[in-house]
């Protein structure tokens, strides 16, 4: 099914228009919002996206997910972030493309795209999927308050076509998401989610319990937890917002990104 493309010039969130639309009993999946300015772009839990006007991707993507159980939403957010990642690569260095855990994309160690992705849940199996997703593109000025933006442009000088990589990313995420219908495929996508994931294997400082503590990433549990051990051998099972990840030239005890 060919996928139907709304646009705004400023819409309060395309998550929340879609959103919106399901408590009006709107047949959403395959519908896209884009929006050229957000003036009130969400991001996870009450974190905000700041988007200069016409530089960036601000869209959301609403999907039928009704053939995935309900304790599997996490693989959505793998298909999309793998599906991101893979869209990119045309663009920028593979190598330094990067999943930071559950759905950031970060260049090197700083965040190039952000996503918030909304569910509704029928029964025992999921319903439609709204993938909401803030991509830099060519802004290269951000706020003193955004702590480690970084955007296309910056990291290759050159300006980019907004619409040929929103058309990229929709059909990749779409493709993505669908491959989740088959067993092989969401074992695929969760070898390349691991293989891109952010600091995974490496010992790292993270402010988990009111203390920073050394840990190293194990991996991710079905429902999409955080696996680490520390030092002592201990395991530990977070969920978002249990811990933060210390940017390397973040001093100990210092505010850093989440």
């Known amino acids: 099914m ?37 003036s009130a772009g969400r991001g996870m839990d009450k974190n905000r996206w700041e988007s200069e006007a016409g530089k960036n ?7 039928n997910v009704n053939f995935l159980e309900a304790e599997n939403q996490f693989k959505i957010s793998q298909a999309v ?16 493309l990067f999943i930071k855990w559950p759905n950031d994309i970060y260049f090197g ?8 992705i909304q569910n509704t849940i029928e029964g025992r199996m999921m319903g439609v999927s709204i993938i909401g997703i803030g991509l830099n593109v060519n802004q290269i000025e951000f706020s003193k308050d955004i702590p480690n933006p970084i955007s296309l442009k910056m990291i290759s000088g050159k300006d980019f076509d907004l619409e040929y990589i929103l058309n990229l990313l929709i059909i990749n995420i779409k493709s993505s998401v669908e491959s ?71 001093r100990r005890g210092s505010e850093a990104d989440v």
Request: some cysteine; aromatic content about 12%; proline content about 2%.
């Open 180 to 250: 989740l219908r088959f067993s092989e495929n969401q074992i695929e996508i969760n070898e390349k989610y691991i293989s891109k994931s952010y600091r995974f294997g490496v010992w790292s400082e993270y402010f988990y319990q009111n203390q920073v503590k050394s840990m190293i990433i194990n991996g991710f549990d079905k429902y999409g937890r955080l696996l680490l051990h520390d030092k002592e051998g201990a395991g530990i099972v977070c969920d978002v917002k249990e811990l933060q990840f210390f940017p390397p030239s973040c």
């Open 57 to 63: 991707l601000l869209f959301s993507i609403a999907l």
């Open 81 to 96: 972030s793998v599906a991101i990642v893979d869209t990119l690569s045309q663009f920028v260095d593979n190598q330094q």
């Open 109 to 116: 160690d700083k965040k190039l795209a952000g996503m918030l």
């Open 2 to 38: 060919a996928m139907k493309i709304l646009r705004f010039d400023e819409i309060n969130s395309t998550n929340v228009f879609l959103y919106d639309k399901i408590s009006e009993n709107n047949d959403i999946p395959d519908m896209v919002v884009v929006a050229s300015h957000q």
